[in-house]
T-cell receptor, first 112, second 111 residues
Framework: DGGITQSPKYLFRKEGQNVTLSCEQNLNHDAMYWYRQDPGQGLRLIYYSQIVNDFQKGDIAEGYSVSREKKESFPLTVTSAQKNPTAFYLC???????????FGSGTQLSVL | LAKTTQPISMDSYEGQEVNITCSHNNIATNDYITWYQQFPSQGPRFIIQGYKTKVTNEVASLFIPADRKSSTLSLPRVSLSDTAVYYCLVEPEDSWGKLQFGAGTQVVVTP
């Protein structure tokens, strides 16, 4: 079954801790994206990657880091520098040049 | 930076047609207009995509005028299950691949 998988579904972070959200796709898509969504708000772009070993900052990259070592994987690390990390995080992928995004089911991150 | 503008919310009754207009003044010449639907605690789901004139599929129609600076998503005969947030997405002309969503339109359908 082709798709995009995010894990974990729920994640809790302690003060000063870095946490990593996983995003894997088996759709053979070139481009991958991370979005943050706060309650009642739209999606804000954190980072995106259009090719392996390359990625660009979105609108709210501060306090986050990513890597793209493999085509199918695009993990997002929420660092301790992100002071307000509580949000719903969505990963998406798309064939290169297309705006038809395929989304994962999301990770809800909360601070303990 | 190109952004989209949509109404914040729209209310409708079951069985009515809902039309949501999105403004995208800086759309790139070769860019498509894509609409998504999102339910709470889920990722957005692709609804429809178009480049010009009219596109229709089994769930919606998309109307795009000749200047392509706006588009209208039309949901025919809505039901309670169409209550969701709807987003239009276009790619900024000066930032290839930077897919940014606007605030979306909350559609509430009541009996």
């Amino acid at each position: 079954d082709g798709g995009i998988t995010q894990s974990p579904k729920y994640l809790f972070r302690k003060e000063g801790q870095n946490v990593t959200l996983s995003c894997e796709q088996n759709l053979n898509h070139d481009a991958m994206y991370w979005y943050r969504q706060d309650p009642g708000q739209g999606l804000r772009l954190i980072y995106y990657s259009q090719i392996v070993n390359d990625f660009q900052k979105g609108d709210i990259a501060e306090g986050y880091s990513v890597s793209r070592e493999k085509k199918e994987s695009f993990p997002l690390t929420v660092t301790s520098a992100q002071k307000n990390p509580t949000a719903f995080y969505l990963c998406a992928s798309t064939p290169d040049g297309s705006e038809k995004l395929f989304f994962g089911s999301g990770t809800q991150l909360s601070v303990l | 930076l190109a952004k989209t503008t949509q109404p914040i919310s729209m209310d409708s009754y079951e069985g009515q047609e809902v039309n949501i207009t999105c403004s995208h003044n800086n759309i790139a010449t070769n860019d498509y207009i894509t609409w998504y639907q999102q339910f709470p605690s889920q990722g957005p789901r692709f609804i429809i995509q178009g480049y010009k004139t009219k596109v229709t599929n089994e769930v919606a129609s998309l109307f795009i005028p000749a200047d392509r600076k706006s588009s209208t998503l039309s949901l025919p005969r809505v039901s309670l299950s169409d209550t969701a947030v709807y987003y239009c997405l276009v790619e900024p002309e000066d930032s290839w691949g930077k897919l940014q969503f606007g605030a979306g339109t909350q559609v509430v359908v009541t009996p």
